[in-house]
T-cell receptor, first 115, second 114 residues
């Protein structure tokens, strides 16, 4: 158990809809990262927050947004969903910047299916 | 532009033999490298890491080698066990500026046959 909790585990929704994915980081971790894993793709970095503030942005679509709350949990909002948004969405956390003694710890992901 | 490449989508080895998983990178600013293991229906699990100031790091059956001049790293598993069957991801992160992004390869599926 990594200590990172993601809900829900599975989500099935229709095109055009909006969903919210939730993540609780490990106790003591201030940084939260969101990754997307599509079929045959590696883990694509979406966005990172540190102690409530956005720190780094990857290939995140404008239809997607995220935030980290004062209690450090994070939410990833996906709107105007398209079939191609179907993927596994992982949340990960670390104490601060990933480095020696501070690897990234992943949750078990949310599998989003857009029909 | 794929900065971390795992060119072998899959690898099959016999139990007890050595498994060697390879990873190449293109960004010379990368200074810390990690390997993750992923079972189906689970998130990636941290396995082992290496800093660019070292060329080898060992943890039990797992050893990671780094060749900076070739921008290449490898993960050796000796001896391989059936429970090691999983997808292995190589990842890298760079120094300087605000580079906090951990970049992953596409993964290699390792199958260890009994």
């Amino acid at each position: 158990d990594s200590g990172v909790t993601q809900t829900p585990k599975h989500l099935i929704t229709a095109t055009g809809q909006r969903v919210t994915l939730r993540c609780s980081p490990r106790s003591g971790d201030l940084s939260v990262y969101w990754y997307q894993q599509s079929l045959d793709q590696g883990l694509q970095f979406l966005i990172q927050y540190y102690n409530g503030e956005e720190r780094a942005k990857g290939n995140i679509l404008e239809r997607f947004s995220a935030q980290q709350f004062p209690d450090l949990h994070s939410e990833l909002n996906l709107s105007s969903l398209e079939l191609g948004d179907s993927a596994l969405y992982f949340c990960a956390s670390s104490v601060d910047r990933v480095g020696a003694g501070s690897p990234l710890h992943f949750g078990n992901g949310t599998r989003l299916t857009v029909t | 532009d794929q900065q971390v490449k795992q060119n072998s989508p899959s690898l099959s080895v016999q139990e007890g033999r050595i498994s060697i998983l390879n990873c190449d990178y293109t960004n010379s600013m990368f200074d810390y490298f990690l390997w993750y293991k992923k079972y189906p229906a689970e998130g990636p699990t941290f396995l082992i890491s290496i800093s660019s100031i070292k060329d080898k790091n060992e943890d039990g059956r797992f050893t990671v080698f780094l060749n900076k001049s070739a921008k290449h790293l490898s993960l050796h598993i000796v001896p391989s066990q059936p429970g090691d069957s999983a997808v292995y991801f190589c990842a890298a992160i760079g120094s300087g500026g605000s580079n906090y992004k951990l970049t992953f390869g596409k993964g290699t599926l390792l199958t260890v046959n009994p």
